[in-house]
């Protein structure tokens, strides 16, 4: 899973980037990957008493300014989602820097419509459905809004798939702030409720600072600054959320693990993350959620009271599930 940051130069990327790493001498040029903090994950190997742990994780990766030259736009199109720094500690032009990075995105996406279209109308065929679907993506676009949100039908998404427009990726806004912000913020955060992009505001040089001093001083340097807590976690959450993931969690004597997984995917592609094995001689799954787990914290328990469920391959995973995988092959 890989997100790319971009944003307009000195709007904090790299800073970012190195509080993320908790390094301030991390080479920006490198992707770096990045702990999906889950308090459940902790508490089952607590329940479990495992001593391995493993997070789910991303990939952040730093596209380097002007972001929207098409040498670099090409860096965003594998890209899971679009994390777009905005400054609010020396600027604070928020609506304006948000507006026109969504107007770079949906140009690109704009001549790879116009593209596509050409060549379909000189094979001779006008009229296809593919034809008619890219004429409607293009009234869209045309009116500054990004793909994102188009309603689309799940064959018409799937039609699109193989494009990898950028207007449609999930996008992250995170609001670069000094203990106080510049601008107000709120008519950006209306702009980008309509745009269907989350934001999430963070103060890249504290954090950065925060992450080089020893533990035992957060506390005392949070305290200073009127802070509850670090801003990076819920902004890693985000992110891991804006990809419209769930988590399924499993367990053995040796570790307990968080894995990701799209929304709506079903055991059968769970136990194929896990191994292929897995899913080649998939014969069943059985199933807990975390919150009847963690009131129970007892698999033989659970399977005499009938509350560890015996599912089949096309049950839908639900967020939070532990899951067993009895396989043969
Ligand atoms: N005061 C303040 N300075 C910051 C903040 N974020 C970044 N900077 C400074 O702005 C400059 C540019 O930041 P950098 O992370 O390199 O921006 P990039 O061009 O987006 O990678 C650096 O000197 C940072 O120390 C912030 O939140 N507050
Ligand atoms: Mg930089």
Redesign the pocket.
Known sequence: MKLVLV??????????LKALAGDPDLD?AKPLTVKVPDPRLDRLAELAEVRRKVATSMVFV?VP?PAFEPKHMTRMQDASAIVL?LDN??RGNLERDFLSAEGELCLSDLSTVENRSNRLIKEGRKGCRELELLDRLRDHLEKGLPLRTMDLTPSELSMLRGYSFLSQKPILVVI???DRPVADEGALIEVADRHQASTTAV????ELELSELPEEEHQAFLGSMGYQGSSLSRLIRQAYVSLDLVTFFTMNPEEVRAWPLPRNATALEAAGKVHSDMARGFVRAEVVGFERFADCPDMPELRSRGELRVEGKDYVIRDGDIIQVRFSV
Request: a positive charge; one cysteine or more.
């Open positions: 944003g307009l130069p000195g709007c904090g990327r790299t800073t970012l920006p730093d300014s720094v500690y020396a670069n702030r000094a103060n890249a040089a504290f």
